[in-house]
């Protein structure tokens, strides 16, 4: 078995080797969100490096050459690591954060910012899937045994980042913000043209057809899994195992089709169902 070091924080188990209770700390209580500050939040496995990638073309008008020539992490830093928290006190603005927290430990200054936050998410069976396709790679991780005993800790919230339901319930209750917006990592798979309208609509960005196409088509899982800054490839290899995984899968939906048996499929729904009552809104995957 594996002897990776986790801590809990607020109810949740966390890998001692990238995050802090004091960085959880200092994001939640101290960090200050700046008005021109563009967050890129999800549970993971969501589709975060792909909006990461989005925004930062959106950034630079759909110029790729800083996506190309930066690697993603120091061009959008996660603020709930150690390393990422550092890297964004350092950024000058305007800054593009990661953030996979959930809203209760989300920094307390955004409510007095404009900030724009962006928040994608994902069908959880695929999120379930990738999530579980990510612990085995991961060697910051612990092992997630079986796909069967690693959906029980998803569905209970036994997993870094707690639980996907309490997530999307939290997060959700800000949906309307004005500078607040969600979206889907399906409906950016079937529209990522309109989709990358929407988001240049939200954050006032004025870009033309060819500059949205650029953005498209460099934000493309192919395009991706061949850009080195963006492929995970660079993944130091105590953090990553790469003979184990690829960081850049599939990128595909519905891939939990491939994995589940109809039985986990069953009590997945019924999970689903039991903790989603009550929700107002529906998602793609509903």
């Known amino acids: 078995m594996s002897s990776v070091e986790y801590f809990t924080y607020e109810g949740m188990p966390f890998p001692a080797t990238i995050f802090s209770e004091e960085?959880?700390?200092?994001?939640?209580?101290e960090f200050q969100i700046l008005d021109d500050d563009v967050i890129n939040l999800t549970y993971p496995k969501s589709g975060t490096h792909w909006?990461?990638?989005?925004?930062?073309?959106?950034?630079?008008?759909?110029?790729?050459?800083?996506?190309?020539?930066?690697?993603?992490w120091d061009r959008s830093p996660w603020i709930d690591t150690?390393?990422?928290?550092k890297k964004a006190l350092?950024?000058?603005?305007?800054?593009l954060?990661?953030?996979?927290v959930p809203f209760r430990l989300f920094p307390k200054s955004f409510l007095q910012s404009k900030a724009k936050v962006i928040y994608t998410l994902r069908n959880p069976k695929d999120v379930l899937v990738?999530?579980?396709h990510f612990s085995v790679a991961m060697k910051i991780l612990k092992d997630p045994g079986t796909l069967q005993e690693f959906m029980e800790e998803f569905l209970s919230g036994n997993v870094p980042f707690g639980s996907w339901f309490d997530h999307v319930k939290g997060w959700m209750e800000l949906k309307d913000k004005p500078n607040f917006f969600f979206i889907t990592y399906e409906e950016l798979q079937q529209d990522p043209k309109g989709?990358?309208?929407?988001?240049?609509?939200?954050l006032g960005k004025e870009l033309n057809r060819q500059q949205i196409d650029s953005v498209v088509k460099y934000s493309s899982f192919k395009k991706m899994k061949e850009n080195k800054m963006s492929n995970y490839s660079q993944a130091d290899d105590?953090?990553?195992d790469h003979k184990k995984g690829q960081f850049m899968r599939k990128g595909i939906s519905g891939d939990w089709k491939n994995h589940l048996t109809v039985a986990q499929n069953e009590h997945f729904d019924r999970v689903y169902q039991e903790k989603m009552q009550g929700m107002s809104i529906t998602f793609p995957w509903d």
Not at 23 to 29: C, D, I, R, S, Y
Not at 52 to 70: F, M, R, Y
Not at 195 to 202: L, N, Q, T
């Open 51 to 72: 909006m990461a990638e989005i925004l930062a073309l959106i950034s630079k008008e759909g110029d790729p050459t800083w996506t190309q020539n930066v690697v993603l």
């Open 130 to 132: 990738s999530y579980y």
């Open 23 to 29: 960085t959880f700390n200092h994001v939640e209580k």
């Open 82 to 85: 150690t390393d990422g928290l």
């Open 238 to 240: 105590t953090l990553m």
């Open 97 to 100: 954060l990661n953030i996979h």
């Open 195 to 202: 989709c990358v309208e929407k988001i240049c609509h939200f």
């Open 90 to 95: 350092e950024s000058p603005p305007p800054r």
